[in-house]
């Protein structure tokens, strides 16, 4: 079956009401691992993504380097310096105690994301690492992105056969992860074969959920594949994978209290298809936005008004 733009009247569903009905926290809390002393802009762009996206908090677990910075950034988001690197560790912490700490959070969160800003740092990585396996205890969703996709490129078992895994990678990190699972590679510019190979590479990590982003996102579970070719911005900026993250995480948060009943629905959406949709209404919504910003400010166009436009983008896409 080939890629399909899934039905938005359908995948609006996920979406909770605004109603007095509930309470703070019922519309989404995010959690996202990441943030180093010299990666700063990554997580807050992850963490405040999911909040203009409509969730109602947002944790970012990052060190002591990158905490204050990204405190500064913005009053919403609840920073918790507890992670390290090699070099700034404590003799006496060990990876196991802050692996303790982040997770004495995890009762708090409906989604980790892992991967914004974290670096490829010893201990930052085997962190991440058990946090990973932490959160797939709980049976929590989980986004990988940038530096936690490096991760998963060394030790696939992390997220194998865990169905309630979203990785987003770009072009590089695709091939990478291509590479690693024996996914062969023809002609990456033929359309339908970026359709098959994010398929065979769902498939080989075992059903978790790709969100192959390029000129065309194509998001797939290994069994059905949806794309999303709305027009984007024309300028690649960094920083916009990150908000890509974040909105996903929104609309995955969205899902489990779907799953949950948190408001009245018809349950139409089926719990497997979650990933698939959250992907693509977190491409639309983060596609639209660099649109937006693109055409007001051209060339100068940064990251952060993306951000300006998340509310214009996701009222397009509800209405589109």
């Given at each position: ?6 039905d938005l ?5 996920i979406?909770?009401?605004?109603t ?6 019922q ?18 762009f992850?963490g405040?993504?999911?909040m ?5 908090l947002c ?6 380097g990158a ?9 919403d ?9 090699k070099e700034?560790k404590?003799?006496?912490?060990s ?7 982040v997770t004495?959070?995890?009762?708090r ?8 800003g974290?670096?490829?740092d ?28 490096y991760?998963?490129q060394?030790h696939p ?11 987003t ?9 291509c ?5 062969q590679m023809?002609?990456?510019?033929d ?12 498939q080989?990590l ?10 065309v996102d194509?998001?797939t ?6 794309k ?9 900026m960094?920083?916009q ?28 959406i089926?719990?497997k298809?979650i990933?698939l ?10 596609r639209?936005s660099s649109?937006?910003?693109f055409q007001k ?8 008004h993306?951000?300006e436009?998340?509310?214009a ?5 509800m209405?589109?």
């Amino acid at each position: 079956m080939p890629a399909r733009i899934p039905d938005l009247s359908k995948v609006r569903q996920i979406v909770p009401p605004l109603t007095h009905k509930l309470h703070k926290g019922q519309a989404g809390r995010v959690g996202v691992v990441g943030g180093s002393e010299d990666y700063t802009g990554a997580p807050y762009f992850s963490g405040i993504a999911s909040m203009k996206v409509g969730v109602d908090l947002c944790h970012i677990f990052c060190e002591p380097g990158a905490g204050t910075v990204i405190k500064s950034y913005s009053p919403d988001l609840i920073v918790h310096p507890y992670l390290r690197t090699k070099e700034k560790k404590e003799a006496d912490l060990s990876t196991e105690k802050i692996v303790e700490r982040v997770t004495s959070v995890f009762s708090r969160l409906h989604v980790l994301v892992v991967g914004p800003g974290l670096s490829r740092d010893e201990v930052m990585q085997d962190t991440a690492k058990e946090l990973i396996q932490k959160a797939r205890e709980q049976d929590m969703a989980i986004v990988i992105d940038a530096d936690g996709l490096y991760l998963v490129q060394q030790h696939p078992e992390t997220v194998r056969g865990y169905k309630k895994a979203v990785l987003t990678p770009n072009v590089v990190e695709f091939k990478r992860l291509c590479e690693k699972m024996n996914v062969q590679m023809k002609d990456e510019n033929d359309e339908k074969e970026q359709e098959e190979i994010a398929k065979q590479l769902s498939q080989a990590l075992g059903g978790v959920t790709i969100v192959q982003k390029g000129t065309v996102d194509y998001i797939t579970n290994g069994d059905d594949v949806l794309k999303c070719d709305v027009d984007g911005g024309l300028k690649r900026m960094g920083g916009q994978g990150d908000i890509l993250s974040g909105a996903i995480a929104a609309f995955l948060a969205w899902g489990k209290a779907y799953e949950n009943d948190v408001w009245e629905h018809s349950n139409e959406i089926d719990s497997k298809d979650i990933g698939l949709y959250a992907g693509y209404s977190a491409s639309h919504i983060t596609r639209t936005s660099s649109r937006l910003a693109f055409q007001k400010y051209g060339r100068s166009v940064l990251t952060s008004h993306m951000l300006e436009e998340i509310g214009a983008s996701y009222d397009q896409f509800m209405k589109h």
